[in-house]
């Protein structure tokens, strides 16, 4: 398989390890899915880059390949019939330029049905960050719509792939209730990975150990981290204010966050449901981790617990900044 390059710190670098992955891709290349397989996990940690790669695996297998983003307004089309390819483009374009992102999740739903019909064959749709635009309730349609495409097709077809990802979690809870997807987490990288992707960023960078225990293997932080010349507090600020870390949430909510900054899993079995929903809608934590066998995880799974990196058992930051951000609000209060 050839190895996509992507843009990471201002240079191109190849996509690195992601093994387990790579290799559940070709699983279901060869089965299909059934469900719609919905992936999940910290935001930055590197589901974009992963479907990116698989839908480069899943052309060489001789898959069509539909990739939508509507949060980046990004599109693949790997399309053997170039005419469907050219009317897909145009209106890709069409609804870029009226900003209809949620269009876009529903035009690649649409060209799946014509490729079926069309081609009878193998065919891929990957659907990346398209929960966030669609809503809570549209995104369960949209599954719903996907399962009906595998369930009900328009003609008969060799096989099917249906991947749908997303960092946020509201959305996720309302799909999981129901039995049209299944949703399996993945988490950041694993350290040798990860050390990879160190690798590749040029001289003048903190020890590895250093950037590692920071950012917790997620390669979006250090990309930040990168960005700013290793200030720590800036990225740290800078999440305070996206994560809307305000003093009335943090004074409402400060006892059980303050518990919650020193172990994860004491949201588990001790806060009110209310602040874990704030948690998750903020996408501060990954909350209701399965078993850590490598089967209920898209890649290599975060260790069973690691309080340094702010893993629990249940529960976990998403990163070590993600939950520094918490700890610096808390402080700024007193
Ligand atoms: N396996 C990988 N190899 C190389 N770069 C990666 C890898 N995973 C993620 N990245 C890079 O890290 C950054 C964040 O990853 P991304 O896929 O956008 O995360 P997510 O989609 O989970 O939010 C991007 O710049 C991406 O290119
Ligand atoms: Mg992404």
């Known amino acids: 398989m050839r190895r996509i390059r992507l843009r990471f710190a ?3 670098v ?6 387990q992955a790579l290799r559940l891709i070709e699983d279901w290349a060869e089965r299909g899915t059934y469900p719609v397989q919905v992936v999940y996990g910290p935001e ?6 992963w479907l990116l790669q698989s839908a480069e695996f899943l052309k060489e297998l001789g898959f069509e390949v539909i990739y ?3 949060i980046n307004k990004e599109v693949l089309a790997e399309l053997s019939i170039v005419d469907l390819r050219g009317e897909f483009m145009r209106l890709v374009r069409e609804v870029i330029s009226q900003n209809a992102l949620g269009r876009l999740a529903w ?3 649409d060209m799946a049905k014509e490729l079926i019909k069309a081609t009878r064959g193998k065919i891929a749709v990957i659907v990346d960050d398209a929960f966030q635009i669609l809503g809570v309730k549209e995104s369960a349609i949209y599954v719903k719509a996907l399962l009906n495409l595998i369930e009900y097709p328009p003609e008969s077809y060799e096989r099917i792939v249906t991947i749908a990802a997303t960092s946020e979690g509201v959305s996720l809870r309302e799909i999981g209730r129901h039995r049209w997807a299944w949703s399996t987490p993945m988490w950041n990288m694993a350290k040798d990975s990860f050390k990879q992707l160190y690798d590749q960023i040029p001289s003048n960078k903190p020890p590895f150990e250093e950037v590692w225990k920071t950012t917790g293997g997620n390669p979006a932080m250090l990309e930040n981290l990168y960005k700013v010349d290793w200030n720590i507090d800036e990225v740290v600020n800078k999440l305070i204010k996206e994560k809307d870390l305000s003093h009335s949430f943090i004074k409402k909510w400060s006892n059980h966050l303050g518990e919650a900054v020193n172990d994860p899993d004491y949201l588990w079995f001790n806060a009110p449901e209310e602040l874990i929903n704030e948690l998750i809608e903020r996408n501060l934590i990954l909350y209701f981790l399965p078993k850590r066998d490598p089967n209920q995880w898209i890649d290599q799974p975060p260790p069973e617990r690691d309080p340094e990196l702010g893993i629990g058992k249940y529960v976990a930051w998403q990163t070590p900044l993600h939950r520094e951000a918490v700890r610096k609000a808390l402080r700024e209060l007193t």
């Not at 190849?14 to 093994?19: C, D, H, K, L, P």
């Not at 930055?44 to 880059?49: I, N, Q, S």
């Open 10 to 12: 201002g240079r191109e």
């Open 14 to 19: 190849e996509f690195v390890n992601r093994e």
């Open 44 to 49: 930055g940690c590197g589901k974009t880059a």
């Open 68 to 70: 939508v983003n509507p």
């Open 107 to 109: 035009l690649a739903f």
